[in-house]
């Protein structure tokens, strides 16, 4: 947070979340095929915890202001649709 106006400073996050997406870029234009099926699991990964993430911080707003009404814009690299089922199981 950035002094009194509680705004958040998320200018070094960008920078990273921008460079990682330009690796992805370039590393979908691989040789591998089991890099470019990678890529894309990176990515649909990503845009799952940054779809968590904000429904985690949307939730403790809630709980603590339940008046406070939340908008989210939508993210662009973020553009298939994330599932609420997790990724990895955990039964064995």
Known sequence: MLGFRNIED???????????MQWLDD???HEDVAVRGGVKLA???FCYLKEENK???AESRHSSKPSTTITETPDKN???TVSTLPLFSTSV
């Open 78 to 80: 973020c553009v298939m």
């Open 55 to 57: 429904r985690l911080k």
């Open 10 to 20: 998320n200018t070094y996050n960008d920078i990273r979340e921008k460079s990682l």
């Open 43 to 45: 990515k649909e990964y």
């Open 27 to 29: 590393m979908e234009k």
